[in-house]
């Protein structure tokens, strides 16, 4: 599986492109938020009945587990049953964009990204008087922070994504390189460019390195899963203070791409999605979703954190969760279903039909992947150790929840683009300040998505 499923757990990382791209067409206007959204209006109702769920026609594991924890839920008590409707991935967002709140269903899916907008647009209603308070404390921070805006939470989720190096310990060893295991251990950006001279020598042709370029600098990956953590890692921003300009374009952030473009002569450009599996490269940037392939190499199969630019190693997360439409009038029983969705049980059917992480703590703790011993747990360990929002940084955090602002879409695009032109060799202050003046641009255009 090395090439991203419609809308796998990686849908918050890698499709996003698609959702965001769908989502900045209706973040172009001038003027604040559609016309008609009052905000949320919730009403509890009976707490039982009927409830109208969205999500998107993901993997057929993925459709499987969910029917199968919905039937659970039904078959746990009689007093709430679900309607649900998948999908398309590429036509999601564009459906939840254009329905007016009151079109919505009771509970929907949401991609991590997106969420600032559907609250801007008042599609969406904050969860704390529908869940209970177990549900929102066992909520990992990462996730927590994704599904958090403006101090007030939206979203609950089951998964969550992680980022790391892949390696392969046969080729590694060859070159005589040994490797980090834990977060604190990370290479330092330089030492990262002088283990890929070591490694240059033992591989075939001479490029040690995959980047995931297939995926596309120039979207969702771009931003998330390398322009991200290079940024963050350096001690830069996309944003500070709801502005672009000066952080963007930053001498940190100048800096840490720069280096970043330097190790294309060190990548294989891995067109074929094979060339970690087939051993063409020794280390793999990408994340969990690789794994069912990439576990073939077995004991051979290592994960490494990302290179260290100055304040720490970095990594994206954030991914799909759940929340409840602004406008639904089964407060109670949409609850009572978050609730259930959010049980380790549940959780445990979810991830392991996808073989995400898990976005809850007791799941997480107790995961054969991911948990305390297991092959996984520096994915895991990473998104235990929370930055929240790029302001919130620190050297000991480790996953960063991307920009949580309605004007994420603008964001995106144009981060994506500029990394790809630095990759490509334009230089990065030009690029970074072109970015910069064209996110500020959209955000004075639409009153810096502030209501």
């Known amino acids: 599986m090395m090439t991203i499923p419609k809308s796998s757990p990686t849908a918050g990382i890698i499709a996003a492109a698609a959702a965001v791209s769908v989502a900045a067409l209706s973040l172009t206007g001038c003027g604040g938020p559609d016309t008609g959204n009052a905000g949320p209006s919730v009403e509890a109702g009976s707490g039982e009945g009927s409830i109208n769920v969205w999500a998107v026609d993901g993997q057929a594991a993925e459709n499987d587990a969910l029917k199968k924890i919905i039937s659970n839920f039904e078959t746990s008590q009689n007093k ?23 079109d919505l269903p009771d509970v929907l899916s949401f991609d991590g990204p997106t969420l600032a907008s559907f609250v801007y647009n008042g599609k969406m209603a904050p969860l704390t008087d529908a869940v209970s308070k177990e549900t929102l ?51 330092t950006a330089e030492e990262f460019t002088g283990v890929l001279d070591k490694l240059a020598a033992v591989v075939p042709g001479g490029k040690p390195l995959d980047l995931s370029e297939q995926y596309g600098f120039a979207g969702e990956w771009g931003t998330c899963c390398s322009a991200g953590p290079v940024i963050w890692s350096g001690g830069g921003t996309m944003l500070k203070d709801n502005k672009a300009a000066g952080a963007l374009d930053s001498d940190a952030n100048v800096k840490s791409l720069t280096t970043f473009a330097s190790w294309k002569k060190y990548t294989d450009p891995n067109a074929d999605g094979l060339a970690f599996p087939n051993g063409r490269v020794a280390l793999s940037w990408v994340g969990h979703w690789t794994y069912p392939t990439y576990k073939a190499l077995g004991s051979d199969l290592v994960s490494i954190p990302l290179p260290n630019f100055g304040k720490g190693t970095k990594t994206a997360s954030g991914t799909f969760a759940w929340g409840m439409g602004a406008a639904t009038k089964n407060g109670t029983a949409s609850g009572k279903f978050l609730d259930f969705l959010m049980s380790d049980e549940s959780v445990r059917i979810y991830t392991d039909a996808n073989g995400a992480p898990p976005a809850t703590k007791t799941a997480l703790s107790a995961s054969g992947l991911y948990g305390p011993g297991k092959q996984l747990q520096l994915l895991g360990d990473q998104l235990s150790k929370a930055c929240g929002p790029e302001d919130q940084i620190t050297e000991t955090c480790v996953s960063v929840t991307r920009p949580v602002t309605a004007g994420y879409p603008v964001v995106t695009d144009q981060v994506g683009k500029a990394e790809a032109a630095i990759y490509a060799g334009k230089d990065a202050k030009e690029a970074l300040s072109a970015a910069a003046r064209a996110i500020d641009q959209n955000f004075a255009d639409n009153d810096g998505y502030k209501k």
Do not use: C, H, R
């Open 80 to 102: 709430v049953k679900v309607d649900l409707k998948l999908f398309p991935s590429d036509q999601y967002t564009k459906a939840v964009n254009s329905a007016a709140p009151g």
């Open 137 to 187: 404390s066992n909520q990992t921070d990462s996730i927590k922070a994704q599904n958090t805006v403006e101090g007030a939470v939206y979203g609950v989720g089951m998964m969550n994504a992680g980022l790391a190096l892949w390696g392969n310990k046969k080729l590694l060893d060859s070159a005589g390189v040994t490797y980090p295991t834990t977060p604190e251990e990370a290479w």
